[in-house]
């Protein structure tokens, strides 16, 4: 019997209903890319550039309708077209980068066994799943899928249950280019599709919570498969004492709550130096309290509602428990309208880490402020997190690398914030229980899904069984 699934409207209204793809239908699709895999990893990467290129102009054709699901998905406007614009960046990205990567060509003569020629291959996994959160719901599944198609892979997807509304335009742009349709699929569903997916492929990428990634990467072990975990984060934002607070308000400000918050590099924690602590609030709250809400129309102001209704009951906790624990909530909170839920950006003070807003990530417009007095105090209150997925330090250039140099994260952004967004050229790893597996970003995106095949030639006469015979020997 097919199960069914409703994704709320984010702005409220009716959900979208939609079936969920049963353990069945994704053996099937597997099964059908696992028939077209061989195909394509035989082309020339030239060659599945050209097919990747021109999937991209019919996603650009599309972009229209790609946009407004997304819309529809996401509740807001501008970050749906910049979505868009991502994904067909990292299309072009790899199209241009994934020759190079792939023209490494080893061959030579071992060094411990001469008479050994060698020669290396980079043998594409056949299968690959990505299962993707609700946040950038088509930028966070293609920003591993594209790389895994230009290896050689074949890609089966697993958007959110709370975003679905993107894969039918999605789709259309796949059907128009038969090669990559051949090797590229998406299933829609809930936990129990991702599950499935996470159950066939030869590696599974996955982008999400701590608490699905230890189930994802629980079963990856159990089916001894690789595992590249992308997961959430408390990120720190540290003022030192020679940083503008003017600047930094402002970076503070839309490094946390751009998006709604909702984004795994969200600026979730803010430590300033005692001497700039009073004007650095003054500044914040000033600048926070401006904030719009696209609450009347979707392209009008600068924060969209919650994607996931509950998210917005998670955040609303968060801030209850620590005012309910003294802390002082300075402007913003919860706005409930016609049954979507939108945040104004909260900044608190009176804050302390043993509050669920500092141990837990929050994945709202929340900005928690606490003071510190040297250096050392802010690294230890910085690094004391589980997570370690990215970070940012503001302060007098050379100042701030001495400090950045000391986190505990996988990116520190020095005199901004959440550049790791924007620059999808420079690994990183993450840090803490932020993930596991190789970077999604630079040259390891696209390496992580070829494995390295030796051929060995013996150039010389192979040895004999008797060169192995046990024969009495004087011992030393
Ligand atoms: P989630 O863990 O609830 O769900 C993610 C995906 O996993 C969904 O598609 C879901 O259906 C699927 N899923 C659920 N149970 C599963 C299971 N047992 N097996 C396989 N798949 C399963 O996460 P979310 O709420 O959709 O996304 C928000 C989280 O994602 C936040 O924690 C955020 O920090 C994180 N995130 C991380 C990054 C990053 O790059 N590190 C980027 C964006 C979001």
């Known amino acids: 019997m097919t199960n069914f699934l409703v994704a709320a409207n984010p702005r409220g209204g009716e959900g979208h209903r939609f079936a969920a793809a049963d353990p069945a239908a994704v053996d099937d699709a597997a099964g059908r890319l696992r028939a077209a895999h061989r195909r394509w990893a035989a082309r020339s990467v030239e060659e599945r550039s050209t097919f990747l290129a021109r999937w991209r ?40 980068a994934a020759t190079s990567v792939l023209a490494e060509r080893s061959v030579g003569m071992s060094a411990t066994v001469p008479s050994v020629r060698f020669e290396h291959r980079l043998v594409p996994f056949e299968l690959v799943g990505v299962v993707a959160p609700w946040n950038f719901p088509l930028l966070l599944m293609l920003i591993d899928a594209v790389p895994a198609l230009a290896a050689g892979c074949a890609v089966l997807c697993k958007p ?22 051949a090797v590229f699929d998406c299933v829609r569903g809930g936990a129990d599709t991702g599950a499935a997916v996470a159950g066939v492929a030869d590696a599974v990428c996955f982008t999400g919570s701590v608490a699905t ?30 940083a503008d607070v003017e ?8 490094g946390s709550v751009l998006a709604t918050g909702q984004a795994c590099q969200s600026i979730e924690r ?36 919650f994607i996931h209704p509950g998210q917005a009951d998670l955040v609303e906790a ?42 837990e990530e929050t994945f709202g417009p929340v900005v928690p402020v606490m003071a510190f007095a040297s250096d050392d105090e802010a690294v230890r209150l910085a690094n004391d997190s589980e997570f370690g997925l990215s970070a940012a330090v503001l302060g007098a250039e050379e100042h701030a690398l001495a400090v950045a140099r000391r986190l505990c994260a996988g990116a ?9 967004t924007q620059v ?13 597996g190789r970077s999604r970003m630079g040259t390891s995106g696209l390496v992580r899904f070829l494995r390295r095949q030796a051929l060995l030639v013996q150039t010389g006469p192979a040895a004999p069984l008797d060169a192995f015979r046990e024969v009495a020997r004087p011992r030393p």
Not at 282 to 295: H, K, Q, R
Not at 424 to 436: A, M, N
Request: net charge negative.
């Open 412 to 420: 520190v952004s020095v005199n901004d914030a959440g550049l790791t």
């Open 57 to 96: 102009n019919a996603l650009d054709e599309r972009r229209g309708e790609i946009v407004a699901a997304l819309i529809e998905d996401t509740g807001r406007a501008l970050l749906s077209e910049a979505e868009v614009d991502g994904a067909l960046r990292r299309i072009d990205y790899w199209c241009g």
């Open 270 to 305: 803010v430590y300033v130096h005692e001497t700039l602590y009073a004007p650095f609030v003054e500044a914040i709250v000033a600048a926070a309290s401006a904030v719009t809400l696209n609450t009347q129309q979707v392209d009008r102001g600068h924060l969209g509602p």
């Open 247 to 254: 600047t930094a308000a402002a970076i503070a400000l839309r």
């Open 318 to 359: 968060q801030l209850a428990e620590a005012v309910a624990g003294g802390a002082t909530l300075h402007c913003g909170g919860l706005q409930r309208r016609n049954g979507g839920a939108w945040c104004a950006p909260a900044v608190l003070t009176g804050v302390h880490h043993d509050m669920r807003l500092f141990a």
């Open 213 to 242: 990634g230890r189930k994802v990467g629980a079963r990856a072990g159990a089916r001894l498969i690789p595992a590249f975990l992308e997961l959430g984060g408390k990120d720190p934002l540290v003022v030192l004492a020679d």
């Open 160 to 181: 959110s249950e709370h975003t679905p509304r993107f894969v039918e335009p999605l789709m259309d742009a796949v059907a128009a280019e038969p090669e990559i349709a």
């Open 424 to 436: 999808g050229d420079v690994e990183k790893d993450s840090f803490g229980v932020s993930g596991v």
